[in-house]
Nanobody, 125 residues
Framework: QVQLVESGGGSVQTGGSLRLSCAAS????????MAWFRQFPGKERELVAA????????YYADSNEGRFTISRDNGKNAVSLQMNSLKPEDTAVYYC??????????????????WGQGTQVTVSS
């Protein structure tokens, strides 16, 4: 079992920045991919970014337009998502997720084994 606890959500104005963090516990993460998803009301969760724990290889959804950066902290067993130049359309609940494997391009939420509780990000115009 892997437990995930997210933090860092909140409200910002357009153009602002937020940094989300996700602390993992329960087992070592080598051999896992950690990712951030987001979910808009009435929509399926969509992949934002993913990182392969063992070597830091990353993958980003095109919708990020280079504004988001995913990173890991081996010492803290945590992953972060730095979000810059935020737009109102980034408003969503953001989830941290973990899956067994190494392919960072898998975007299906059903492929992920463990999920955090979600954190709200609201961007006002």
């Amino acid at each position: 079992q892997v437990q995930l606890v997210e933090s860092g959500g909140g409200s910002v104005q357009t153009g602002g920045s937020l940094r989300l963090s996700c602390a993992a516990s329960g087992r070592t993460l080598s051999g896992y991919v950690m990712a951030w998803f987001r979910q808009f009301p009435g929509k399926e969760r969509e992949l934002v970014a993913a990182i392969r724990w063992i070597n830091g290889v990353t993958y980003y959804a095109d919708s990020n337009e280079g504004r988001f950066t995913i990173s890991r902290d081996n010492g803290k067993n945590a992953v972060s998502l730095q979000m810059n130049s935020l737009k109102p359309e980034d408003t969503a609940v953001y989830y941290c997720a973990v899956r067994v494997g190494v392919d960072v391009r898998i975007a299906a939420s059903s492929s992920y084994n463990y999920w955090g509780q979600g954190t709200q990000v609201t961007v006002s115009s």
